[in-house]
C-alpha cells in the first residue's frame, strides 16, 4: 500500500548512512510501489554539488548498496527523477531559501537529521526560523543520542524548543529488524508463552549481539564510545525492553512505550563484579582494536557482557545475561529463555531437562524450542531434548523472512505518522541514567578490559560470569 506523497529532507544527504541505507533503501520502497512516484527527496549537504551530480552519486550509491533490484535500471531513472539536491549551510544561512522553495504544500515533510547531534539543535532552529515546518511535520534523528544523560537531556531540550514529541522520530534500527517487532507478536500473540513468561518458571535469559566485524574505519567514533554506548545503552536495552515488558493494553505506540520505560526505571544497578569488558587482539580478520582506534592504552570496550537484575513482581529473582562484541566467533543476534528444571521428575534420576525457548534475530532468523521427549528404542523411560525448529525463510517462504531493511521500514513509519518504533525522549533518558553510574564506575576505577582472541566467544571471563551461577552461555555460532 503506497504511503501519502511526502517531501523528505536527508540532512547528511551525502553521508554514510544515507549512502549504505536511507537512498537504497527508499530505492527499493519505490520499486516495492510504497513510495508514491510524486514524492520527493531533497539531499542537503554542505558540499557543493549540482543536481545532476546528486543524482550520480545516488546511482552509485544504489549499484553499491541496492540489493536485488539495483539493475532495474528502468526504476531507477524513474526513481532519480525524485530527487533534488541543496547545498547548505547548517549554522548560516546559505541554501534555507532553495530548501524552503521545494517544500510543496498538501505533502508530509519529512527532515531526516543524518548528521552529528551536535547539528541537531541548528538545524532545528534553522527550519524553524526558515518557516519550513508546521505541527504536522517530522523530525527524524540518529544514534547516538547524546553520550551520558545531560547531553541525551540537552539534545531533547533543543528539539522540544521547536517540535513537539509527537513529531520527533528517534531511531534505533533494531526495532525496524522484522525479527525483533516478531518478539511481540510471539508474546502477545500467543497463549502459549506467556502464562509461563515471568521468574516463577524463567530460570534466566540470554541476550546476545554478536559480530565478526572489527571497528575498522570508525575508530574514531567508537574509542568515544565502546560497546556499552554503542549497542548497550539502546539496541540491547530495547531488545531487553521486548523480552521483559508487561503486556501493553494495546499496539499504540505510547502504551507500548510506556511499558519499555517502566523496565527501563526498574532495572538494578549493575555491580562491578557483574560485568566483563574486553578488547579484541589482532587476528587473521586484521589489527588488534587498540591499533585499529590508534591508541595503544585505550580503556574502551569493543566487547561487555553482564548480569542485570529487573527489579518488579515479573522478573525479580530472573537474571538478564547481556553481552554484545566485536570480531567474534560468529555473526548471532539471539534471545534465549531457559526455563526452570521440574520441581519433581516421575522418572527418577535424570540429567537436567529444561525447556529452551531461542529466538534467532539474526542470521537465519528462526526460532527453536527445546522439547523433552523419551528417549526412542528399548532402552526404557529416558529422557532427551529435542529442538522443535522453525527457520522463518523455510516456513514462510523467501517472501516471509526478512528482506526489508530495518530503515526503510521506519522511514515508511515516519511518513505514515506510527511512532510505535521509535524511541521516546523519556525512554532514552531512561536508559542513559542507567548506563552513566556504570560507565563513571569504569573512569573511577581505572577499569582495564581484558583481551580476548580475535574470533574467540570473548573473554574467558565471561564464561565465568555465569559460571558462578551454575549457568553457561550458549555457543555462539
Ligand atoms: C550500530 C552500531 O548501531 O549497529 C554498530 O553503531 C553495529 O557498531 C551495528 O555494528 C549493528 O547493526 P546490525 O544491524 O548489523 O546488527
Redesign the pocket.
Known amino acids: 500500500i503506497p504511503v501519502e506523497p511526502f517531501d523528505l529532507v536527508i540532512f547528511g544527504g551525502t553521508g554514510d548512512l544515507a549512502r549504505r541505507k536511507i537512498l537504497p533503501g527508499l530505492f527499493r520502497r519505490f520499486c516495492a510501489g510504497q513510495m508514491p512516484p510524486d514524492a520527493a527527496i531533497t539531499g542537503a549537504a554542505r558540499s557543493d554539488m549540482s543536481e545532476d551530480e546528486y543524482r550520480d552519486f545516488v546511482r552509485d550509491a544504489i549499484h553499491e548498496f541496492g540489493g536485488e533490484q539495483n539493475h532495474d535500471e528502468d526504476k531507477l531513472s524513474a526513481f532519480l527523477e525524485c530527487l533534488h539536491y541543496v547545498p547548505i549551510d547548517a549554522r548560516g544561512e546559505n541554501g534555507w531559501r532553495e530548501l524552503a522553495g521545494l517544500m510543496r504544500k498538501g505533502m508530509v515533510h519529512a527532515f531526516y537529521f543524518s548528521v552529528a547531534p551536535g547539528l541537531f539543535g541548528d538545524l532545528a532552529e534553522r527550519l524553524n526560523q526558515h518557516g519550513l515546518t508546521d505541527e504536522d511535520s517530522r523530525i527524524v534523528v540518529e ?1 547516538p543520542f547524546g553520550r551520558d544523560l545531560a547531553s541525551a537531556k540537552e539534545l531533547n531540550r533543543d528539539l522540544a524548543a521547536y517540535f513537539d514529541e509527537g513529531q520527533i522520530y528517534r531511531i534505533d ?2 526495532l525496524g ?1 522484522e525479527t525483533v517487532q516478531n518478539l511481540m507478536a510471539v508474546r502477545f500473540g500467543n497463549m502459549l508463552f506467556e502464562p509461563l513468561w515471568n521468574s516463577q518458571y524463567v530460570d534466566h535469559i540470554q541476550i546476545t ?1 554478536a ?1 565478526t ?1 572489527g ?1 575498522g574505519g ?1 575508530g574514531e567514533y ?1 574509542d568515544k564510545s565502546g560497546a556499552m554506548r ?2 548497550v545503552q ?2 540491547l536495552m530495547q531488545l531487553l525492553c521486548l523480552i521483559a515488558m508487561e503486556p501493553p493494553s494495546k499496539f499504540d505506540p505510547d502504551a507500548v512505550r510506556d511499558e519499555k520505560l517502566k523496565v527501563i526505571r526498574a532495572l538494578d544497578d549493575v555491580e562491578p563484579h557483574h560485568i566483563v569488558r574486553g578488547q579484541y587482539d589482532a587476528g587473521d580478520e586484521g589489527p588488534s582494536f587498540r591499533e585499529e582506534v590508534g591508541d595503544p592504552r585505550t580503556r574502551t570496550e569493543s566487547y561487555i557482557a553482564m548480569k542485570v537484575g529487573v527489579s518488579n513482581w515479573r522478573w525479580a529473582g530472573t537474571p538478564f545475561y547481556l553481552r554484545t562484541g ?1 570480531r567474534l566467533k560468529a555473526r548471532c ?1 539471539e534471545i534465549v529463555v531457559v526455563f526452570k528444571a521440574l520441581n519433581h521428575s516421575i522418572f527418577g534420576e535424570q540429567e537436567d531437562h529444561r525447556n529452551v525457548l531461542s529466538i534467532r534475530l ?1 542470521p537465519n532468523e528462526g526460532m527453536t524450542l527445546g522439547v523433552t521427549i523419551k528417549e526412542p528404542g528399548p532402552g526404557g523411560m529416558r529422557l532427551i531434548d529435542v529442538p522443535l525448529d522453525m527457520s522463518f525463510a523455510e516456513a514462510l517462504g523467501k517472501d516471509g523472512s526478512d528482506q526489508t531493511d ?1 530503515y526503510e521500514r521506519l522511514i515508511m513509519d515516519v511518513i505514515r505518522g506510527n511512532q510505535t518504533l521509535f524511541m521516546r525522549g523519556d525512554e532514552v533518558e531512561a536508559a542513559w541514567a542507567w548506563t552513566d553510574p556504570i560507565i563513571d564506575g569504569w573512569d573511577t576505577r581505572g577499569d582495564v578490559p581484558k583481551i580476548y582472541d580475535s574470533g574467540s566467544e570473548g573473554p574467558v571471563d565471561a564464561v565465568q560470569l555465569l559460571a558462578r551461577d551454575t549457568r553457561v552461555w550458549r555457543k555462539v555460532a
Do not use: I, L, P, T
Request: a positive charge; glycine letters at 0%.
Open positions: 544514534k534500527h533494531y529488524k549481539v559480530e566485524v571497528v570508525r567508537y554503542d549497542m539502546n539496541h566485536k543476534s539474526q530495518a
